[in-house]
């Protein structure tokens, strides 16, 4: 069964350095998302992409974060100088249609940022 | 804005237990609710859905009512198994945009023999 893959499942950094997180969506998808959740607290959305570009964002989605589809399969959140707010799960997910159609999203196992 | 509300965890139960999961949101219009699980070490799965007022989603054993009037979509099983250990999110989406998902923080389900 297709699944969005998601790595590195943990990485740990020092506060200021720059982290990317890489995500393979399923590979017929068209939209894609990033969420978080920071550790007890509610899954946040961060972002969508859609066409090659930023469809939405949260107020969380600042300055320090950025998206990119390099290649057609990767697509990556990159977080140019890490806080120690940033430590959280970071999830990938995408859809091939509009959610009201198939309820569902496919997300990623996720990737634990630590930022110490 | 649009926010969802789900009761406080760990819900400990023994197996074959009633379970009971609380979701409550608030919103404009008329969203489309969510039942998510992720088991240990996977991502969020798609559990069940409900599109409008009074439909019922299932799956697994689980249902879930889509209740306007009381803005609520809670979670429930007439008898739990031990794999149902997991976490438990409850969101929402607008019927318009992009769609992104709001979930509420998680409720973890601990099933034991």
């Known amino acids: 069964e297709p699944e969005v893959t998601q790595t590195p499942s943990h990485q740990v950094t020092q506060m200021g350095q720059e982290v990317i997180l890489r995500c393979v969506p399923i590979?017929?998808?068209?939209?894609f998302y990033w969420y978080r959740q920071i550790l007890g607290q509610k899954v946040e959305f961060l972002v969508s992409?859609?066409?090659?570009?930023?469809?939405?964002k949260s107020e969380i989605f600042d300055d320090q974060f950025s998206v990119e589809r390099p290649d057609g399969s990767n697509f990556t959140l990159k977080i140019r100088s890490t806080k120690l707010e940033d430590s959280a799960m970071y999830f990938c997910?995408?859809?091939?249609?509009?959610?009201?159609?198939?309820?569902?999203?496919?997300f990623g196992e996720g990737s634990r940022l630590t930022v110490l | 804005g649009d926010s969802v509300t789900q009761m406080e965890g760990p819900v400990t139960l023994s197996e074959e237990a009633f379970l009971t999961i609380n979701c409550t949101y608030t919103a404009t219009g008329y969203p489309s609710l969510f039942w998510y699980v992720q088991y240990p070490g996977e991502g969020l799965q798609l559990l069940l859905k409900?599109?409008?007022?009074?439909d019922k989603g299932s799956n697994k054993g689980f249902e879930a009512t889509y209740r306007k009037e009381t803005t609520s979509f809670h979670l429930e099983k007439g008898s739990v198994q031990v794999s149902d250990s997991a976490v438990y999110f409850c969101a929402l989406t607008r019927n318009t945009g992009f769609q992104k998902l709001v979930f509420g923080t998680g409720t973890r389900l601990l099933v034991s023999p």
């Open positions: 997910a995408s859809r091939g249609t509009p959610i009201a159609n198939t309820g569902e999203l496919f």
């Open positions: 409900a599109t409008k007022a009074d």
């Open positions: 590979s017929n998808h068209l939209y």
């Open positions: 992409f859609y066409n090659n570009e930023i469809s939405e």
